[in-house]
């Protein structure tokens, strides 16, 4: 049942030896040259926004790693989930730039390759977290195995109804790999192991939280036996849990099912609103990219994917240190 798809990815890693000679992209103003900086090897990292805490807390891995290896990061993203082609211009400036790697988290697994492309033609490695472009220059993926956490959401979910009645999906994305195999990994557990639980409606917002909030109050206005909604990522538990107070409905009246944290998350599932989420480790992760990216810069082997992890959290466990540890707010 658990089982992960990254798209196309292989373990090449792309002219090791002349990554100790670039630069990386400044946070929101481009890059600067490594001949104007602190010397040190520089690594430039884009995310897919910054409109989630998930990506502040990739953030601080990265960072925490960088320094214990001692080299130079920088960070940056688009504001918002859906802004592909800012994203797209973001990694053509790091490649100009010739940084010792790049790290890359795919908004659009196919409109990424052409830039792939010019990094492979100018020398400059890339390493993939969260999300996988489907070229197969990248020499490794950091990033949770999606299918198989969306499995374990899917599990709770029926145990937590009684294994039967009518559920919905407010799905963050079509395209990206982590919404299709959050979204199959979540609706192909249930409809093998769970015949008695029927997905109703699937829908999705982008990660916004309005846009999630409208589509939650919509779904339950048109099926008012509904007894679960699973949102796939933090912008959409988000919504749904505040769709749910604006419908002025109580704890219970619902089972809500997140993914990733972030203090909203959090509070929802203390106060009762939300019955449990999953979570990433998204501080190692970040560690993660920023390790392999080093180790490519300095011709070691890395592996095609590392699974960086995903738990189930809820009231009974939220506060367990193991469990803590990998949560933020």
Request: hydrophobic residues 40%; glycine residues 10%.
């Given at each position: 049942?658990?089982?992960?798809?990254?798209?196309?990815?292989?373990?090449?890693?792309?002219?090791?030896?002349?990554?100790?000679?670039?630069?990386?992209?400044?946070?929101?103003?481009?890059?600067?040259?490594?001949?104007?900086?602190?010397?040190?090897?520089?690594?430039?990292?884009?995310?897919?926004?910054?409109?989630?805490?998930?990506?502040?807390?990739?953030?601080?891995?990265?960072?925490?790693?960088?320094?214990?290896?001692?080299?130079?990061?920088?960070?940056?993203?688009?504001?918002?989930?859906?802004?592909?082609?800012?994203?797209?211009?973001?990694?053509?400036?790091?490649?100009?730039?010739?940084?010792?790697?790049?790290?890359?988290?795919?908004?659009?697994?196919?409109?990424?390759?052409?830039?792939?492309?010019?990094?492979?033609?100018?020398?400059?490695?890339?390493?993939?977290?969260?999300?996988?472009?489907?070229?197969?220059?990248?020499?490794?993926?950091?990033?949770?195995?999606?299918?198989?956490?969306?499995?374990?959401?899917?599990?709770?979910?029926?145990?937590?109804?009684?294994?039967?009645?009518?559920?919905?999906?407010?799905?963050?994305?079509?395209?990206?790999?982590?919404?299709?195999?959050?979204?199959?990994?979540?609706?192909?557990?249930?409809?093998?192991?769970?015949?008695?639980?029927?997905?109703?409606?699937?829908?999705y917002g982008e990660g916004d939280h309005l846009e999630s909030a409208d589509i939650a109050k919509t779904m339950i206005a048109a099926h008012p036996d509904l007894k679960?909604?699973?949102?796939?990522?933090?912008?959409?538990?988000?919504?749904?849990?505040?769709?749910?107070?604006?419908?002025?409905?109580?704890?219970?009246?619902?089972?809500?099912?997140?993914?990733?944290?972030?203090?909203?998350?959090?509070?929802?599932?203390?106060?009762?609103?939300?019955?449990?989420?999953?979570?990433?480790?998204?501080?190692?992760?970040?560690?993660?990219?920023?390790?392999?990216?080093?180790?490519?810069?300095?011709?070691?082997?890395?592996?095609?994917?590392?699974?960086?992890?995903?738990?189930?959290?809820?009231?009974?466990?939220?506060?367990?240190?193991?469990?803590?540890?990998?949560?933020y707010q």
């Amino acid at each position: 049942m658990a089982r992960h798809r990254v798209g196309a990815l292989a373990a090449l890693i792309a002219s090791a030896a002349l990554a100790l000679s670039g630069c990386a992209g400044g946070e929101t103003a481009g890059a600067k040259e490594a001949s104007g900086g602190s010397g040190k090897m520089q690594i430039a990292l884009i995310s897919k926004g910054y409109q989630h805490q998930f990506w502040q807390a990739v953030r601080k891995g990265a960072e925490q790693k960088a320094e214990e290896l001692g080299v130079d990061i920088t960070f940056e993203g688009p504001a918002a989930e859906v802004e592909i082609d800012k994203q797209l211009q973001m990694l053509k400036t790091a490649i100009d730039k010739k940084p010792a790697a790049i790290g890359f988290a795919a908004l659009d697994p196919e409109a990424c390759i052409p830039t792939y492309e010019e990094a492979k033609a100018k020398g400059v490695p890339i390493i993939e977290f969260d999300t996988p472009c489907n070229s197969d220059y990248a020499s490794s993926l950091a990033a949770s195995d999606n299918y198989a956490a969306a499995a374990l959401a899917a599990q709770h979910m029926a145990d937590l109804i009684g294994g039967e009645g009518d559920i919905a999906v407010v799905g963050h994305s079509q395209i990206t790999t982590t919404g299709i195999d959050r979204r199959d990994g979540f609706v192909e557990t249930i409809k093998s192991d769970y015949p008695d639980v029927n997905i109703v409606d699937i829908q999705y917002g982008e990660g916004d939280h309005l846009e999630s909030a409208d589509i939650a109050k919509t779904m339950i206005a048109a099926h008012p036996d509904l007894k679960g909604i699973f949102a796939t990522n933090e912008g959409s538990a988000i919504g749904v849990v505040n769709g749910v107070k604006e419908l002025g409905m109580k704890p219970g009246d619902i089972t809500i099912v997140g993914f990733d944290s972030g203090a909203a998350q959090i509070e929802a599932i203390k106060s009762g609103l939300m019955a449990g989420a999953i979570t990433q480790d998204p501080i190692g992760m970040g560690a993660q990219v920023v390790q392999s990216a080093y180790d490519v810069a300095t011709g070691k082997t890395v592996d095609d994917f590392t699974d960086t992890g995903s738990y189930w959290y809820d009231s009974t466990n939220i506060d367990d240190p193991k469990i803590a540890a990998l949560l933020y707010q």
